[in-house]
């Protein structure tokens, strides 16, 4: 039995027995875990408020070799955001997050830049709630760059031509992006304002890109919305189980 120490983001629990929870969190060192930690409902017990869903954590687990589960030994708050947990909006967003956090992440493959990127985003949300959408949509895009699913949004995929100078470009259902001259304006359109957009999101951090976000009209954020979510459902063979509020 080995014993480990990380930093690791809460995403979910679900009670085990009468007095136990398992626990799926995202760990710096060891990517996505579940663990066992025994006796975390008793009213006195080593973990107090450690495990509430998107806490970050330093944990201690012991790993049994050939076990998928580990077993929470400590943990200790770096970071509560159990105050932001009223909010309705919020915890539904963060629960969007952590959904796809689980969905994407292979157990036990450590991503550091995925890791920092959603931490990046938690505290965006934290610090300026009101940014809770605009830093939702930055996730989407940086959660599919960083697992290999963003189609390359720099130039054609048939004729290699940039397309910043497109009126708009298609995405096909290979998702691939093209001008409207290779794709015979077949596949879903993104305007040119929402190319710019995504542009933009591949290079800034989330509370700037989410500041300058505040000056896009309502429909372009609409536009970006409706397309992560087709995108992110498509890579996924099926809807995510929790639809962001600015998605029909
Ligand atoms: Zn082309």
Redo the contacts with the bound molecule.
């Keep these: 039995m080995a014993l480990f120490e990380t930093e690791a983001l809460i995403l979910r629990t679900y009670n085990l027995a009468e007095a136990d929870k398992i626990v799926v969190c995202l760990s710096r060192s060891a990517g996505l875990i579940r663990g066992v930690a025994k006796g975390c409902r008793k009213l006195k017990n080593r973990f107090g408020a450690s495990l509430e869903p998107f806490t970050l954590i330093n944990l201690t687990y012991y790993e049994k070799e050939h076990q998928e589960l580990v077993s929470f030994r400590q943990a200790e708050i770096l970071k509560s955001r159990f105050n932001l947990s009223s909010n309705a909006s919020i915890l539904t967003g963060f629960s969007y997050i952590g959904d796809l956090l689980v969905d994407f992440s292979p157990p036990h493959q450590a991503n550091d830049n995925l890791f920092r990127m959603a931490l990046a985003c938690f505290e965006a949300v934290s610090e300026t709630p009101d940014d809770l959408d605009s830093v939702l949509r930055y996730f989407e895009v940086w959660l599919l760059k960083l697992e290999g699913f963003l189609p390359d949004l720099r130039?054609?995929?048939?004729?290699?031509?940039t397309l910043s100078g497109e009126a708009a470009v298609y995405l096909g259902h290979d998702l691939a992006v093209?001008?409207f001259?290779?794709?015979n304006g077949r596949g879903s359109a993104i305007s040119k304002r929402l190319h710019t957009q995504l542009r933009a999101a591949e290079k800034l951090a989330p509370a700037k890109f989410a500041k300058e976000a505040r000056e896009i009209p309502k429909d372009t954020k609409q536009e970006m919305a409706e397309l992560m979510f087709q995108i992110i459902g498509r890579v996924l063979e099926r809807m995510p189980r929790i639809r962001p509020a600015s998605v029909q």
């Design positions: 130039s054609c995929a048939n004729c290699q031509k093209r001008s001259a290779c794709s």
